[in-house]
């Protein structure tokens, strides 16, 4: 019962993406997530996104195979419209310790958007992940507004129940602007 109340919180919200930290790997199959990241958006004038500031999200997902599960996300942006998503994430390939994934998703944040993203991930040990990737918003106002990051994130697992990361989101095009992001995500079995 408690994890179908989880799936309803987040369907009815139908909430992911290019905004904020992206769990680096697939959730295991048939196990549900739940999390919550205060991110920090820095001004940089850009289109649509006037003010930076600081935000919050929620969001939740279900491990449907090993290989894929599916995201749903809102964001609260204290100083601007909420953001709501939905997305997809594959595995591609996967190592003892390293592992090839990507993302796709569409999203509302005044305007339509997709999400693009592909994460590589390196875990020493498996207490600890590191990753970079590409990440890219495209937002359909009346001009196409591509945005690219090349997200950096760090990230701990003390259990198998628990991932706790930090991200920054390095701006790479000129309507990027940088996030900073911490977060956790819950695994429910």
């Known amino acids: 019962m408690k994890r179908l109340l989880i799936l309803l919180l987040f369907s009815a ?3 992911l993406s ?5 769990f680096p790997k697939t959730l295991p199959e048939r196990a549900w997530s739940i999390g919550l990241s205060p991110a ?9 996104f006037d003010a930076g500031g600081a935000s919050i999200a929620l969001n939740g997902g279900y491990g449907i195979l090993y290989s894929l599960d599916v995201n749903a ?3 609260y942006f204290f100083n601007g419209a909420d953001y709501i998503g939905i997305d997809a994430q594959y595995l591609i390939y996967e190592t003892r310790k390293s592992y090839v994934s990507t993302i796709a998703g569409l999203h509302y944040w005044d305007v339509v958007g997709m999400d693009l993203s592909a ?3 390196y875990t020493p040990r498996y ?5 970079i ?8 106002a009346q001009d196409l507004n591509p945005r690219f990051w090349i997200p950096l994130n760090v990230g701990y697992n003390p259990n198998e129940m628990m991932f706790i990361y930090a991200e920054y989101k390095l701006p790479v095009a000129d309507l990027s ?3 900073l992001a911490l977060g956790i995500n819950m695994i429910l079995r």
């Open 119 to 121: 994460f590589y991930t």
């Open 73 to 75: 996300r809102y964001i």
């Open 177 to 179: 602007w940088g996030i």
């Open 18 to 22: 290019a905004q904020v930290v992206n």
């Open 40 to 48: 920090y958006h820095f001004d940089n004038n850009v289109v649509a």
């Open 13 to 15: 919200s139908f909430t």
């Open 133 to 140: 990737g590409l990440d890219m918003d495209l937002s359909f």
């Open 127 to 131: 207490e600890f992940s590191f990753s």
